[in-house]
């Protein structure tokens, strides 16, 4: 059975149904596999004519097995992927030649988020059921989680869900698709405040529960839960496959804020996945930008820009790479990431951890003006509409690209139709809504504005739920 054990080295180590019960761990760091399943290159190759779902079975059984029946797993993973709107769950779309980008929005929510969220949702129903527990989650979000995070819980029965968006600074889409779910269990809160500060309150409440009072615990639809990257892990392999992996190495750019999605790539990397390139695109919350190139992490004032879903200063997962990068050595993570997230010095990485992280990943962070460029050149190129955050990741693989003969896939985050100002700045119309949000600007808004006051969170939790 895989056992799990914290970045920081001085927590228990826990089975998968512990760990999806979680979020961080009780020493602050975060869970990671304890040995990393790999794959041969045979292996993987005898995957190529998997549908989806029955290639998520082999990516992702290893990482829960002993916790989560096959049959079960396989039933979950049919049903998740069976209600994507796109027959082949993750269709790419070539740009140009060996140019691609990968559609992880036919979800649901038209984010990447569905992936592991719709997922996450029936894995919690299935082992709460069995522990005969309720637990209360708690999440945050700069657009796109929260209402993935939503929709693939609402009808889980032993869940309440507390989701922290930045008030004003998610799009109007972003917000309607979290505020108009109908659902007892459901709630909104807007905090005056950014993302961070919104992630900084998740990760503090999962240190100190009392405000909880009864029995039940917090589990976190974030990142930082490893169930989320664990689903995440499969389009790589997925698309790999489509285009001739693992017998032709791939390169992959990454739209990124929390680390999330670009770590699930390092993760199929270490797995077996021949990946020659990762490439970490920011929009211009650009600290890991900085920290690649400069060797220096110095956290900014987080912007507000028209990529919102990217609007993190604190890249969570960022810890679970250098937690690799330093030999999975706890002591020496604690100590570091002690300085990173005092936000006072400016840190600097040994040189040779730097290194490292220079061989697996290249980096680009892309300003405003640039999004839209690349989003307008691509579209007299293509005829193709991309959202503004993947056309970070379009932009990024352009400029840094190591390798032409390679082919070079950007992970589309998102569909453009959630992210109104860049489209029409683009000066594009807007694309039609999917059948199933065609009324969701006439539908009922339920939300409450509450200021980035922990003490007011819980209270408003507590009162929500114990009531
Ligand atoms: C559309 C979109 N693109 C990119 C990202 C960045 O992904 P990650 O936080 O996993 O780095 C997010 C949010 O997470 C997102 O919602
Ligand atoms: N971009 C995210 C922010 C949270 O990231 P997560 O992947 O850790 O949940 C969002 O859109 O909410």
Redesign the pocket.
Same mark, same amino acid.
């Given at each position: 059975m895989m056992k799990y054990i914290s970045t920081r080295g001085e927590a228990p180590e826990l089975t998968f149904e512990e760990v999806l019960l979680t979020g961080l761990a009780v020493d602050g760091g975060l869970y990671v596999p304890k040995e990393v399943p790999t794959f041969s290159k045979e292996e993987i190759e005898s995957w190529r004519d998997l549908p989806y779902a029955e290639l998520a079975h082999k990516v992702i059984y290893p990482f829960v097995e002993g916790c989560v029946d096959s049959d079960a797993l396989a039933k979950i993973l049919s049903e998740v992927y069976g209600g994507f709107a796109h027959k082949a769950v993750a269709p790419l779309q070539q740009l140009d030649h060996n140019e691609y980008v990968l559609e992880l929005f036919h979800g649901p929510t038209l &984010?990447?988020?569905d992936f592991a969220l719709q997922t996450l949702g029936r894995l919690l129903d299935y082992v709460l059921e069995r522990r005969h527990e309720k637990v209360v989650i708690m999440g945050a979000t !700069? *657009? %796109? =989680?929260g209402s993935a995070a939503i929709e693939g819980t609402k009808a889980c029965k032993n869940v309440d869900i507390f989701i922290l968006h930045p008030h004003g600074k998610v799009s109007e889409v972003q917000r309607r698709q979290m505020t108009t779910v109908t659902g007892d269990n459901i709630y909104n809160i807007a905090i005056e405040g950014n993302f961070d500060e919104a992630q900084d309150m998740v990760k503090a409440s999962f240190g100190d529960q009392s405000f909880l009072k009864g029995e039940r615990k917090l589990v976190a639809v974030n !990142?930082i839960n490893w169930a989320r990257i664990m689903s995440q892990i499969v389009y790589y392999f997925y698309s790999a496959l489509n285009l001739g992996g693992p017998v032709r190495p791939m390169a992959y750019s990454?739209? =990124? *804020?929390?680390? *999330? %999605? /670009?770590f699930a790539g390092y993760m199929a990397k270490k797995m077996g996945l021949p990946i020659e390139q990762l490439i970490i695109a920011t929009n211009k919350n650009d600290v890991l930008h900085r920290l690649m190139s400069k060797n220096k992490y110095e956290v900014h004032p987080l912007m507000h820009t028209i990529t919102p @879903?990217?609007d /993190?200063a604190v @890249?969570s997962n960022f810890e679970r790479l250098l937690f690799d990068l330093y030999d999975r050595d706890g002591a020496a993570l604690s100590e570091l990431m002690g300085r990173m997230n005092a936000k006072t010095d400016v840190v600097e990485l040994d040189e040779e951890k730097l290194a490292k992280a220079r061989e697996l990943f290249d980096s680009y962070a892309v300003d405003e003006d640039a999004t839209i460029k690349i989003m307008q050149d691509v579209f007299e190129e293509t005829g193709y509409l991309l %959202?503004p955050?993947t056309a970070i990741g379009v932009k990024a693989a352009r400029e840094v690209r190591r390798n032409n003969k390679i082919p070079m896939i950007t992970l589309g =985050? &998102?569909h453009p139709v959630k992210f109104e100002e860049a489209v029409l700045r683009a000066g594009f119309d807007m694309p039609k809504l999917p059948h199933h949000l065609t009324d969701l600007m006439e539908r009922e808004e339920r939300m409450d504005v509450l200021p980035a006051d922990l003490a007011e969170i819980h209270k408003f939790i507590a009162d929500k739920t114990f009531g």
């Amino acid at each position: 059975m895989m056992k799990y054990i914290s970045t920081r080295g001085e927590a228990p180590e826990l089975t998968f149904e512990e760990v999806l019960l979680t979020g961080l761990a009780v020493d602050g760091g975060l869970y990671v596999p304890k040995e990393v399943p790999t794959f041969s290159k045979e292996e993987i190759e005898s995957w190529r004519d998997l549908p989806y779902a029955e290639l998520a079975h082999k990516v992702i059984y290893p990482f829960v097995e002993g916790c989560v029946d096959s049959d079960a797993l396989a039933k979950i993973l049919s049903e998740v992927y069976g209600g994507f709107a796109h027959k082949a769950v993750a269709p790419l779309q070539q740009l140009d030649h060996n140019e691609y980008v990968l559609e992880l929005f036919h979800g649901p929510t038209l &984010a990447f988020k569905d992936f592991a969220l719709q997922t996450l949702g029936r894995l919690l129903d299935y082992v709460l059921e069995r522990r005969h527990e309720k637990v209360v989650i708690m999440g945050a979000t !700069s *657009g %796109d =989680t929260g209402s993935a995070a939503i929709e693939g819980t609402k009808a889980c029965k032993n869940v309440d869900i507390f989701i922290l968006h930045p008030h004003g600074k998610v799009s109007e889409v972003q917000r309607r698709q979290m505020t108009t779910v109908t659902g007892d269990n459901i709630y909104n809160i807007a905090i005056e405040g950014n993302f961070d500060e919104a992630q900084d309150m998740v990760k503090a409440s999962f240190g100190d529960q009392s405000f909880l009072k009864g029995e039940r615990k917090l589990v976190a639809v974030n !990142s930082i839960n490893w169930a989320r990257i664990m689903s995440q892990i499969v389009y790589y392999f997925y698309s790999a496959l489509n285009l001739g992996g693992p017998v032709r190495p791939m390169a992959y750019s990454v739209p =990124t *804020g929390n680390f *999330g %999605d /670009i770590f699930a790539g390092y993760m199929a990397k270490k797995m077996g996945l021949p990946i020659e390139q990762l490439i970490i695109a920011t929009n211009k919350n650009d600290v890991l930008h900085r920290l690649m190139s400069k060797n220096k992490y110095e956290v900014h004032p987080l912007m507000h820009t028209i990529t919102p @879903s990217m609007d /993190i200063a604190v @890249s969570s997962n960022f810890e679970r790479l250098l937690f690799d990068l330093y030999d999975r050595d706890g002591a020496a993570l604690s100590e570091l990431m002690g300085r990173m997230n005092a936000k006072t010095d400016v840190v600097e990485l040994d040189e040779e951890k730097l290194a490292k992280a220079r061989e697996l990943f290249d980096s680009y962070a892309v300003d405003e003006d640039a999004t839209i460029k690349i989003m307008q050149d691509v579209f007299e190129e293509t005829g193709y509409l991309l %959202d503004p955050h993947t056309a970070i990741g379009v932009k990024a693989a352009r400029e840094v690209r190591r390798n032409n003969k390679i082919p070079m896939i950007t992970l589309g =985050t &998102a569909h453009p139709v959630k992210f109104e100002e860049a489209v029409l700045r683009a000066g594009f119309d807007m694309p039609k809504l999917p059948h199933h949000l065609t009324d969701l600007m006439e539908r009922e808004e339920r939300m409450d504005v509450l200021p980035a006051d922990l003490a007011e969170i819980h209270k408003f939790i507590a009162d929500k739920t114990f009531g």
